[in-house]
């Protein structure tokens, strides 16, 4: 299918069918190349057309990765080039030399896609110049470095992306067909040297093995097209399946062993990855899934199993899964004294402070000295308040249903060495004040879920 302003408004049509279109406007990211210059000159000759299926205002921005002596021309010749088609262009300046073990690539395009999103404006609608070649090289790449379904879905013609919209108009054409036309109309492009450099897997695949493959299958391009559209249809559907098993299986930020034990084990993974994908936690490589799914659901009843990668650690507790993010295991806070008028620190757990009440907490009259402040030790023993007898710590823990990788850190409270409160979850002792009478109550700032009640409650 040869490329014309015409046949790229039928696919601006088709990539906003179904959604409202966006009326806030439209960015070229131009880089001054062949495919971005075909793209703004058709754009440029639609933008004048009441039916040209291009929400205006048009502008354009060109990103200077200033990893050539050039860059700074090429970027003032872009610009020239957006004003002769009477488009405004804006230039910007990024760092893109890659970190240490960072691809040159994956560092210009985070870089670029960096600026694109903080400088792209509420319901605009951000336009890139890939084609079908490039959707080739996508999903070939993806596929060698092990993608699943998603990286046979390529990319898509319209995603959302920052405070708008990101779209893809020229996924149809081949850089072939954008040559072509951009020759028979007379247009002059940029011409980047680090594209030659085959050190690049982009470039590599580009230059030394997708001729060989096109001069066997020549449609390579347009049948890797069809297939990323498929596979993009199928991961939908697959969403949706996998939405309506969370739903079934999810309270608040837990997960419902009983109601994943019923899915199939694909099912299961596939559920696994909604639900950290929801809490907006990192999916672990495919053994580290696997091992999660199948330690959940084969450990005694009476064990806490616990799975870990990057950033992310798992618990199961009384049927139930919790997941949290963490960077490294929780450093122990220090014990110390505490008194009325002082707020004492439990790191990453948050602050402590006591506020006069009545009734329920510690009496203020008989409080005539500091506190101490501690983690809960291994054993112990506790007398709440109303009760004659002491409680063996763990016990009183676990009939409130404590999250077990929480009680470690509680906070207990002690008076001239009896305990008087555990956190804020009770008090007891010679401290407990009577109904009615003037009180210090604890007030826990920060404070996480601490119990399976909490963690499942409806959040306001």
């Known amino acids: 299918m040869s490329f014309s302003p015409e046949r790229l408004q039928a696919a601006l049509e088709s990539a906003f069918a179904g959604i409202a279109k966006p009326t806030a406007g439209s960015c070229v990211a131009f880089s001054g190349g062949l495919d971005s210059t075909v793209l703004l000159a058709g754009l440029a000759g639609l933008a004048g057309r009441s039916d040209g299926g291009l929400p205006r205002p048009l502008r354009a921005i060109h990103v200077d990765h200033g990893l050539h002596g050039d860059a700074a021309q090429w970027a003032e010749r872009s610009a020239s080039v957006a004003r002769s088609f009477g488009i405004d262009c804006e230039i910007v300046r990024v760092d893109a030399r890659p970190g240490v073990g960072?691809?040159?690539?994956?560092?210009?395009?985070?870089?670029r896609y960096g600026v694109l999103a903080e400088r792209l404006r509420p319901g605009e609608v951000l336009l890139t110049a890939h084609h079908a070649d490039d959707q080739l090289e996508t999903v070939l790449l993806q596929w060698l470095r092990g993608g699943g379904l998603r990286s046979l879905a390529g990319m898509q013609p319209l995603a959302a992306f920052a405070c708008g919209w990101h779209a893809r108009p020229l996924l149809g054409f081949t850089r072939g067909e954008l040559r072509d036309w951009a020759r028979a109309t007379g247009l002059e492009w940029l011409e980047d040297p680090s594209n030659l450099d085959t050190r690049l897997d982009r470039n590599y695949l580009r230059l030394e093995v997708l001729p060989a493959l096109r001069s066997r299958w020549p449609a390579a391009a347009r049948t890797v097209g069809r297939v990323a559209a498929q596979a993009a249809e199928a991961l939908e559907l697959d969403t949706e399946a996998a939405a309506a098993d969370l739903a079934a299986a999810r309270e608040e930020g837990t997960l419902s062993l009983p109601a994943m034990r019923v899915l199939a084990p694909s099912r299961q993974r596939r559920l696994l990855r909604a639900?950290?994908?929801?809490?907006?936690?990192?999916?672990?490589?495919?053994?580290?899934?696997?091992?999660?799914?199948?330690?959940?659901?084969?450990?005694?009843?009476?064990?806490?199993?616990?799975?870990?990668?990057?950033?992310?650690?798992?618990?199961?507790?009384?049927?139930?899964?919790?997941?949290?993010?963490?960077?490294?295991?929780?450093?122990p806070w220090s014990p110390g004294g505490w008194q009325p008028g002082q707020t004492f620190d439990l790191g990453w757990l948050g602050r402590l402070e006591l506020r006069p009440a009545q009734g329920e907490g510690l009496s203020r009259a008989r409080l005539t000295g500091p506190l101490d402040v501690a983690p809960r030790p291994s054993g112990g023993s506790f007398r709440p308040a109303?009760?004659?007898?002491?409680?063996?710590?763990?016990?009183?823990?676990?009939?409130?249903?404590?999250?077990?990788?929480?009680?470690?850190?509680?906070?207990?409270?002690?008076?001239?060495?009896?305990?008087?409160?555990?956190?804020?979850l009770g008090y007891g002792g010679r401290l407990a004040a009577a109904p009615g009478e003037d009180s210090w109550r604890i007030a826990w700032h920060g404070r996480p879920p601490l119990t399976e009640a909490e963690a499942i409650a409806p959040r306001g």
Not at 282 to 295: F, G, K, N, S
Not at 308 to 327: F, N, Q
């Open 102 to 111: 960072e691809s040159p690539e994956a560092a210009a395009r985070a870089a």
């Open 275 to 331: 639900w950290l994908r929801a809490a907006g936690l990192p999916i672990p490589a495919a053994a580290t899934l696997e091992a999660l799914r199948h330690d959940v659901l084969t450990a005694a009843a009476d064990r806490v199993p616990r799975v870990r990668w990057p950033g992310v650690v798992v618990h199961r507790y009384r049927e139930r899964l919790y997941a949290s993010a963490v960077a490294t295991d929780p450093r």
């Open 386 to 424: 109303g009760s004659g007898h002491h409680r063996p710590l763990r016990k009183w823990l676990q009939e409130r249903g404590v999250l077990p990788w929480m009680r470690s850190h509680l906070p207990v409270v002690a008076f001239d060495g009896e305990v008087v409160a555990i956190g804020d």
